[in-house]
Structure formats: C-alpha cells, structure tokens
Nanobody
Framework: VQLQASGGGLVQAGGSLRLSCATD????????MGWFRQAPGKEREFVTG????????NYADSVKGRFTISRDKDKNEVYLSMNSLKPEDTAVYYC?????????????????WGQGTLVTVSS
C-alpha cells in the first residue's frame, strides 16, 4: 500500500487549502482512509476519516464545519479540504489507511501511513 500526501503549504489565517492523498485502486476500495496531524511539540491526532464501505465520515471537534474529507475512486485519491484555517491548524498532515469500515479514530487502527505534508497557517 502506497500513500502519497501533497498540497501542503503556507497560508494566511482564514484561508483555504486542499490536501491530496494518492493511492491505488485496491486501497481506496477496501480501506477506510483518514487524515491525522501532528503539530510541533504535540502528539499526532485524528482529524477526519471516511469509511470504505459506505463513505460515511467523521471529524474531530476542532475541525468540524471547516474541514471536509472526500474521495475520488476513479482517480484513487482522497482529499482534505480545509477552510477558515487557523494558526492552530499548523501541523504536518498525514493520510492513513485502515482495514476497518467504521471510520476509526485511533492511530493503532491504521496500518499504512503516507509521508506527511506540512501546513503552516500564519496569523
């Protein structure tokens, strides 16, 4: 399983970014996909996930209403659209794949991880 995250960069507070996670056809069809992030000096935390089975999504409270996860099965990509960005959203963002269909939120429920892409939100 290969996961390639991209799309990070520097953005001003209130701005938007869209991250992409490229994978393969098999992975996007049989693995739930998630986004995690790790801010400087902090532990990695769950951001959002999407079930491979029914496409249902879940979000951390800190990003609800601002972030949206989606997937394109034809392109084998998963996206994280981030709006109304805040300085506290600054982190390295990772995409990950889990064999569980119930939109897992814990790191140990994910078997595969991408390399991470840095998002910096300036105030």
């Amino acid at each position: 399983v290969q996961l390639q995250a991209s799309g990070g960069g520097l953005v001003q507070a209130g701005g938007s970014l869209r991250l992409s996670c490229a994978t393969d056809e098999r992975t996007i069809r049989i693995y739930s996909m998630g986004w995690f992030r790790q801010a400087p000096g902090k532990e990695r935390e769950f951001v959002t996930g999407i079930s491979y089975r029914d496409g249902r999504t879940n979000y951390a409270d800190s990003v609800k209403g601002r972030f949206t996860i989606s997937r394109d099965k034809d392109k084998n990509e998963v996206y994280l659209s981030m709006n109304s960005l805040k300085p506290e959203d600054t982190a390295v963002y990772y995409c990950a794949a889990s064999p569980f269909h119930y939109r897992p939120t814990r790191e140990n429920e994910y078997d595969y991880w991408g390399q991470g892409t840095l998002v910096t939100v300036s105030s």
